[in-house]
């Protein structure tokens, strides 16, 4: 039991300290003179999500 919970604990802290310095990278980058992405990547995200739920409702359900 010991061992699998420092394993967890271990995968969970690598996996906050990746979004983490992903995030830090989103911060960083958001400057203007680059061109504002987190802004496109963010309105690129919702349209897209938003596309694919349009696209599940109009589908009929497949019944047999």
Do not use: C, K
């Not at 906050?16 to 911060?27: E, H, W």
């Not at 739920?53 to 009929?60: F, G, L, V």
């Amino acid at each position: 039991m010991i061992s699998f919970g420092a394993g967890f604990g271990y995968t969970v802290m690598a996996r906050m300290s990746l979004l983490i310095g992903r995030l830090t990278d989103l911060i960083e980058f958001s400057d203007p003179s680059y061109g504002r992405p987190t802004v496109w990547l963010s309105l690129l995200t919702v349209g897209a999500l938003f596309l694919l739920a349009r696209r599940r409702r109009e589908q009929p359900p497949n019944t047999h």
